[in-house]
């Protein structure tokens, strides 16, 4: 059984922002088929824009609001929403608010995600 807290598990902090504690996956357990990533995106912050060439991804909203950008559509999400990102799509999420909330997300890929299969465009 795998069994993992987001505050067990050590934190990637990337330079532009976001915090990421992978749950499930090549990392975590050595599973392939998917993975779960925790993601906090501070305000003010944003993911690099970039796509997977493999996987397909799906974020959940757990809390605070952002803005996403799936190819050439941008919506703006709150807790609770949910964004299916197909392989290949071009995208970035980002916390646009000049509050003090995070923006906090639940990322699944399928396959699980692997740091080769993300193509950056900035």
Known sequence: ?????????????????????????????????????????PPGKASRKHYHPVAEETFYVLSGRGRITVGEETRDIVAGDTVFIPAEAVHQVQNHTNGQANLVFLAVCVPAWTPDNSVYLD
Do not use: T
């Open 1 to 41: 059984m795998h069994i993992q807290r987001s505050d067990s598990v050590p934190a990637f902090a990337s330079p532009h922002g976001e915090v990421v504690y992978e749950l499930v996956g090549n990392k975590a357990g050595s599973i392939d088929g998917h993975s779960l990533a925790q993601i906090v995106l």
